[in-house]
DNA sequence: GTCTATAGCTGGATAGAC
DNA sequence: GTCTATCCAGCTATAGAC
């Protein structure tokens, strides 16, 4: 489909925009014209512009695992899985100068009346501690009793977010750096 | 002296509302009407938003060290003071109905320009950190060799941050808990 | 479906009376 | 040093031509 090319335009510089400088510092005069589009077409395919933070949100967790599952395919060790996530982590952070988890970032400024946006960074979240979850069942399938499951998905589950904000605030990798050492200290 | 009592007035009205709505969504007429000032007199104490913003990260760091020293006073053993940390964000989550960490939301939504409100976060974020290596070393010489001194701090506060921003998503103090009982478990 | 023009409002900040 | 009146730039969203 030809229009979905336009739908796609205005959702990546509303995406990257809303990542950079913030939802609420990004308003849709900027959104249309680094897309050079009009204002009218913004609104046909996004009614409003909260409907463009939704699209945003789901859009980003829909990319996040794929990319999961794209870096990791390679490796065949669960445990490399697991800590490749720390460097995926690192990588993100390097090529976004440190701007941290958009999901974080939405969830802390958000207006509190917006449920629908609250309810999909929930998920996300959940989402990835499941991910990381099914990574440690694989562990525990191929050594058994090497982990205790709940609590070292719990830890570094834990860690990973903790890392993410710190290094973020830090404007370095180093919380990412020891944090993964701390996660392959539990393993 | 009586001028400050109306520019505590403001600052308290301005710390709510941003903490509650956030600072981008908190335009200065609400704060005025909800301080019942004039436009002129928050002027008059605070030349911009920015500089309002300032005052409130300020103010939130004193407040929020002067609190655990408080609780924590009436307890003797270090380790127990540690984990008493825990307890407070518990507290702290649940009378703020899990509002979350207020200097990582400020990190998350401040103009990306504004290099004073985020130098003050990493100086609390930095402050806090080494709040818990002190607790650690007392751990440490009352029972040496218990515990890797640097180590552990990194672990526990990671585990905090992460802690409090999954609590704040999830919107209960379950991941509180949980870190909690890892912390304890390393002491 | 894409455009321009504009409505209707609210943002931060200033001027000047008192 | 506290007030009111006001400026102007920005916002989200809509109306109607093409």
């Known amino acids: 489909m030809k229009e979905s090319a336009i739908r796609t335009r205005i959702l990546e510089v509303a995406s990257r925009l809303f990542y950079k400088q913030g939802y609420n510092s990004t308003g849709i005069n900027q959104i249309i014209e680094e897309a050079s589009i009009a204002r009218g077409s913004l609104y046909n395919h996004f009614p409003s512009k909260r409907d463009l933070l939704t699209a945003y949100i789901q859009n980003m967790e829909e990319f996040s695992f794929q990319e999961w599952n794209t870096l990791l395919e390679p490796i065949k060790d669960p445990k490399q899985k697991l800590l490749k996530l720390f460097d995926i982590a690192m990588l993100r952070q390097t090529r976004s100068e440190f701007g941290g988890c958009a999901?974080?970032?939405?969830?802390?400024?958000?207006p509190c009346d917006d449920l629908v946006a609250f309810d999909l960074v929930y998920?996300?979240?959940?989402?990835?501690?499941?991910?990381?979850?099914?990574?440690?069942?694989?562990?525990?399938?191929?050594?058994?009793?090497?982990?205790d499951?709940?609590?070292?998905?719990?830890?570094?589950?834990?860690?990973m977010e903790g890392a993410m904000v710190t290094a973020t605030i830090a404007k370095n990798n180093q919380a990412l750096i020891d944090a993964k050492k701390i996660a392959e200290s539990l393993l």
Do not use: G
């Open 103 to 110: 999901f974080i970032k939405i969830a802390s400024e958000i």
């Open 123 to 147: 998920h996300q979240k959940k989402a990835t501690k499941t991910y990381m979850e099914n990574l440690i069942t694989q562990i525990n399938i191929e050594n058994p009793q090497s982990v």
């Open 149 to 159: 499951k709940e609590i070292v998905a719990n830890t570094i589950f834990l860690l």
